[in-house]
């Protein structure tokens, strides 16, 4: 990810930027917020938030939703959309993973024949045609997850879609579940499109009912989807930990953070939680390591305001890092943020104590198909938040035992960053983190002389990803004490984060650069799904 200096917003299109109610960081509404008219029927946004904004930048319409299916019906009856004929598989000139703003979008397209309906099917009628008269009918051709069922999973790869109401009297299966009962008897395969939703609606509850259950596995050979791409999991934000399937740990943390991180695995069989660490909620010192006293204090009192009076505002350059909205939002990636510390007159609620205030969105562990472990937070995060803090052991990176493999590694390497040895700008082009997970590498540098170990303990921060089109980025901290080598290492939002997204952030190794213990370059094969994906992580 290319991130400009204090800009934080992603340029990329956010699917749901409109429907998380996203702010700019000043706090200011978005663009999308405002007051705006269709140009069909002249209805505002304010009574039809529905309203879409025209999707090519020439075209400054907007359409209601009511507006756009009408046309999308129009051009069904008429045989003008750009398929009307329903077909098994591809549609040409729509790529998996494509996003689209309205159903009508999906219509018009070919891609899925029914706005109403979550599956669309072929009936006998197509039997008159060669290429389709060995099939039985009906036949689901396509089908719009709309998580309005409560017994909906996805993890991305595979889905369990399941129904009440797909049956008759005699529980004989019908309608667009029968179509879905004769692909699996035909192994004919159906496209899927996963909707989202604005606002969680009342899920209709199948429980006590007969349901139908189908497994939808994705053909080989797919591109993956990004996390952008596909919210995935239940398509809902769980309101209580009683609400999440897979559960294996209601709170990883002990009962250590203030809001509980619990752990879920819908992929291991058994499922198991994550093992083989203890939780600490900041960093636990080696013997070897002296942290050393800030003696300097800003002479603030309550809370920090005034940035010509704060010392340590000054230390910043003359302004506080963090912005008060939202809690504390930083402003822009430093070099090094400085915090008030422990000598300081302010109280902990100071907004110059941002990431010292701890953990504040729900966060979840989930077990994916590839990458072990990953994070995810159930709430919306803006831009500049703080997320958690990467901890562990801290230690002398000479002390570690390379004879082990640690993938939870991360070496504190502002001091470079800061003097320039390699160039910030330069840094950032290969590598956007000023920290960075700690391996052997054939790039000569100096070795950062300290480290965090996450391995046999750490926090939430030692299960995040690593993603070549990250939503996080890393942040050296200093506030009780200000030598540089021994920042504390924290994750903060690079762009507006739409709840239940992985949260990931770019581990900055360049391809080709880790070594193993013969020197041979060694690899590892990248599964984050962004589009710009690097392919390897090393
Ligand atoms: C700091 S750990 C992250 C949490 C880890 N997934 C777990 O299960 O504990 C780093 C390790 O996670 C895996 N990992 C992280 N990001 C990955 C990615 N994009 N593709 C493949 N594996 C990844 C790799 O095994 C990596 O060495």
């Known amino acids: 990810m290319k991130r400009k200096k204090g800009q934080f917003t992603s340029s990329k299109v956010n699917p749901k930027g409109r429907e998380s109610g996203s702010t700019s960081l000043n706090g200011t509404p978005n663009d999308s917020q405002l007051e705006n008219s269709c140009t069909h029927c002249d209805t505002s946004s304010k009574s039809k938030p529905m309203l879409r904004n025209g999707s090519a930048p020439t075209s400054p319409t907007t359409s209601c939703n009511v507006c756009e299916l009408t046309w999308a019906n129009k051009m069904m009856q008429t045989k003008t959309t750009v398929h009307p004929e329903k077909r098994i598989g591809h549609v040409p000139g729509v790529d998996v993973?494509?996003?689209?703003?309205?159903r009508a979008e999906i219509v018009a397209t070919g891609l899925h024949g029914n706005w109403s309906s979550g599956i669309d099917c072929m009936s006998t009628s197509y039997a008159n045609m060669d290429k389709y008269k060995s099939y039985t009918y009906p036949l689901a051709v396509s089908m719009v997850l709309s998580w309005q069922y409560e017994d909906v999973a996805d993890n991305g790869y595979d889905v369990v879609y399941s129904s009440q109401g797909g049956s008759n009297l005699k529980g004989n299966l019908r309608g667009g579940y029968l179509a879905l009962k004769n692909n699996v008897d035909q192994h004919v395969p159906v496209r899927l499109i996963r909707s989202h939703i604005s606002k969680e609606r009342d899920k209709k509850c199948t429980s006590g009912f007969t349901v139908f259950k189908f497994g939808l596995k994705r053909l080989e050979g797919q591109p993956p989807l990004t996390i952008n791409q596909a919210t995935y999991y239940e398509g809902h934000i769980p309101k209580s930990i009683a609400e999440l399937r897979g559960l294996v740990c209601e709170d990883i943390t002990g009962g250590q953070e203030a809001i509980p991180i619990p752990a879920t695995n819908l992929i291991d069989d058994p499922p198991v939680p994550p093992t083989g660490y203890r939780y600490v909620k900041s960093n636990e010192v080696a013997e070897n390591v002296k942290i050393p006293i800030r003696v300097s204090r800003c002479g603030c009192e309550g809370?920090?305001?005034?940035?010509?009076?704060?010392?340590?505002?000054?230390?910043?350059?003359?302004?506080?890092?963090?912005?008060?909205?939202?809690?504390?939002?930083l402003v822009e990636a430093k070099s090094v943020v400085y915090e008030c510390g422990l000598k300081c007159g302010c109280k902990d609620s100071c907004v110059n104590r941002t990431s010292q205030q701890g953990i504040k969105y729900r966060l979840e562990v989930f077990r994916t198909p590839k990458k072990g472990w990953a994070v995810r937070s159930w709430d919306f995060i803006p831009a500049g938040s703080f997320i958690c803090e990467y901890a562990g052991k801290l230690m002398r990176t000479k002390d570690i035992d390379n004879t082990i493999e640690n993938n939870y590694i991360f070496d504190i390497d502002c001091l470079q960053t800061m003097n320039g040895l390699e160039g910030r700008e330069r840094r950032i082009e290969e590598s956007p983190?000023?920290?960075?997970?700690?391996?052997?590498?054939?790039?000569?540098?100096?070795?950062?002389?300290?480290?965090?170990?996450?391995?046999?303990?750490?926090?939430?921060?030692?299960?995040?990803?690593?993603?070549?089109d990250p939503n996080l980025f890393v942040q050296c901290v200093l506030s009780s004490h200000l030598n540089i080598k021994l920042a504390r290492v924290m994750l903060f939002a690079a762009?507006?984060?739409?709840?239940?997204?992985?949260?990931?952030?770019?581990?900055?190794?360049?391809?080709?650069?880790?070594?193993?213990?013969?020197?041979?370059?060694?690899?590892?094969?990248?599964?984050?799904?962004?589009?710009?994906?690097?392919?390897?992580?090393?």
């Open 97 to 102: 993973g494509q996003q689209f703003g309205t």
């Open 303 to 329: 809370t920090c305001t005034d940035p010509s009076i704060c010392s340590c505002a000054k230390l910043n350059g003359a302004d506080f890092p963090y912005v008060r909205t939202g809690g504390g939002r």
């Open 433 to 468: 983190s000023p920290v960075r997970p700690h391996i052997k590498t054939n790039v000569k540098k100096l070795e950062p002389e300290y480290c965090v170990d996450a391995g046999p303990i750490g926090n939430v921060g030692r299960f995040i990803n690593h993603s070549c």
């Open 495 to 538: 762009e507006n984060i739409p709840p239940l997204q992985e949260l990931a952030c770019d581990y900055g190794y360049p391809v080709g650069s880790v070594l193993d213990a013969d020197g041979n370059v060694k690899e590892m094969a990248c599964h984050c799904g962004a589009s710009i994906c690097r392919g390897r992580l090393f």
